[in-house]
């Protein structure tokens, strides 16, 4: 369920209020606002509804030639509950949510901050622990920091949208998640020494159907509320970093025969470009588009 609120000039309620009603929103709260900076007056439009009306709702806002052209803010919010605002069955349907939502919050995880930084190389380095130890624990606990799924979902709906720089903004992030975690292996392996004792590596085939099922999967979530991304995101992390880290440790301790090395390089790409195209698959289905954002 959300609250979107739109602050747009006298003129334009009486278009904002027919797009929320014709999203099938019956109640629309408008109240008169003084705006400073621009120093005017203003209406203040709010509707609380099921997420998929407030996707239709902002779909119909940014898309009206009269209101793109009006200098008007928007916002979105996500609510718990919505008392007598219609039948609970039809409130709390989950999808999809509006695509402002979706874009700027993959736009929100994918900075590369110092905190971003830190999450980056402490899941790393838990994970390359786990794998040269082979402690399960340590790979899960892993799985918890890494940064990884964001990213790459921020690429596809970037390459879905044609937003070139959504695309640069996730790639440049999951490039610095790539570089710690093969700098990680290096570092732990160095330190803690070897052998590599883990050995649960799939097939690249097992490796592609289980990346369609992740991929598929973290696409259509990225716009349910009630989509567990948090545990999709542990399957990616593990599904993506544990290919850079195992590179980095066997750079230090010893480069494997050949076909090792060349299975581990291949199921990485196979891993990051199904799960990058299965996701993108997913966002053509939910028909995201994000040309006026």
Request: hydrophobic share 50%; with cysteine.
């Amino acid at each position: 369920m959300h609250e979107i609120r739109t602050t747009i000039p006298p003129e334009c309620v009486a278009e904002a209020a027919r797009l929320a009603h014709a999203a099938g929103i019956e109640r629309v709260v408008i109240a008169e606002v003084f705006v400073e900076g621009p120093n005017e007056h203003r209406r203040l439009l709010s509707v609380e509804t099921s997420t998929p009306q407030a996707r239709v709702f902002v779909e119909s806002f940014l898309h009206s030639p009269v209101l793109s052209e009006a200098g008007c803010t928007l916002t979105s919010r996500e609510v718990r509950a919505i008392v007598g605002g219609g039948p609970v069955s039809n409130l709390t349907r989950p999808m999809s949510e509006p695509i402002p939502d979706i874009i700027q919050d993959l736009w929100q995880l994918s900075h590369v901050t110092p905190s971003y930084i830190a999450r980056a190389a402490a899941g790393a380095i838990l994970l390359a622990t786990g794998i040269l130890g082979n402690d399960p624990v340590a790979i899960i606990a892993a799985a918890l920091f890494l940064p990884f799924l964001a990213q790459v979902l921020a690429l596809s709906l970037g390459v879905w949208s044609r937003d070139r720089r959504l695309v640069l903004h996730g790639a440049r992030a999951l490039a610095t998640s790539t570089v710690l975690a093969l700098g990680a292996g290096a570092a732990v392996a160095w330190i803690q020494g070897g052998p590599i004792l883990y050995a649960g590596f799939r097939s690249p085939l097992n490796n592609f159907f289980l990346s369609c099922i992740i991929g598929v999967t973290a696409g259509l979530s990225t716009a349910d509320d009630t989509g567990r991304r948090y545990l999709l995101a542990v399957a990616a992390a593990v599904q993506l970093a544990i290919f850079p880290v195992w590179l980095g440790a066997a750079a230090v301790l010893g480069t494997p025969a050949h076909d090792i090395l060349y299975s581990r390089i291949l199921s990485f790409g196979i891993n990051l470009t199904t799960i990058t195209v299965a996701t993108l698959a997913a966002y053509a289905s939910l028909h995201l588009r994000s040309e006026r954002l």
